[in-house]
């Protein structure tokens, strides 16, 4: 079966950086895509960032220019690199692969697999 790892999270003060990867094991045959997920509490889970099987990328607005999601396909691992960290990013963050028909990048519950999650907390 597909499992997804995330490691890297941590605290942080604001302005710091942090960077999140997820371990891809068990096979996920062809091309698919893969995001990042957060959820602080008492809010809904939002899409953070996506990259599809072609490589491009998608941001929701808060984190543009801030956050980079980047892709090792021979290691099978997915990055999310994350600069300037402010304290209303502090969340649980998750790895998701393999975007569902009809869906699209950043949509909630788009895809397949998930990971357990890793907590970003970053502190003013």
């Known amino acids: 079966q597909v499992q997804l790892v995330e490691s890297g999270g941590g605290s942080v003060q604001a302005g710091g950086s942090l960077g999140l990867s997820c371990v891809v094991s068990g096979r996920i045959y062809g091309r698919y895509s893969m995001g990042w997920y957060r959820q602080a509490p008492g809010k809904q889970r939002e899409g953070v960032a996506a990259?599809?099987?072609?490589?491009?990328?998608r941001y929701t607005d808060s984190v543009k220019d801030r956050f980079a999601i980047s892709r090792d396909n021979a290691k099978d691992t997915l990055y999310l690199q994350m600069n300037s960290l402010k304290p209303e990013d502090t969340a649980k963050y998750y790895c998701?692969?393999?975007?569902?028909?009809?869906?699209?990048?950043?949509?909630?519950?788009?895809?397949?697999?998930w990971g357990q999650g890793t907590q970003v907390t970053v502190s003013s």
């Open positions: 990259i599809d099987s072609k490589g491009s990328t």
């Open positions: 998701a692969a393999l975007l569902r028909p009809g869906y699209t990048l950043l949509s909630p519950d788009a895809y397949n697999y």
